[in-house]
């Protein structure tokens, strides 16, 4: 599958009450929370999603009052990370 592209029409954008240099990083955070919250994103691909830290997206989930997920995929994600982690 290839990358994705969303369009949003200009009216829409300029409605957002968002400074303009920050409307992609909010939107990704947003779409990540979203697909999180619904179990349609790991922890892990959400965070990447939303291209922050595990702890910088771990804290935004916080600040939103969102329960962290765990399961099987979250495990195996956080086994191999810690694994990586020994590497360095």
Do not use: C, N
């Amino acid at each position: 599958m290839s990358d994705i592209v969303i369009e949003i029409p200009s009216d829409i954008a300029m409605a957002l009450k968002i400074p303009d240099r920050e409307v992609v990083p909010v939107l990704r955070q947003e779409l990540a929370i979203q697909l999180y919250t619904q179990q349609l994103l790991s922890f892990g691909k959400a965070r990447q999603l939303a291209q922050l830290s595990k702890w910088e997206f771990a804290e935004l989930l916080g600040r939103r009052g969102i329960i962290r997920h765990y399961d099987d995929q979250s495990l195996q994600e956080d086994m191999e990370f810690a694994y990586e982690r020994r590497g360095k």
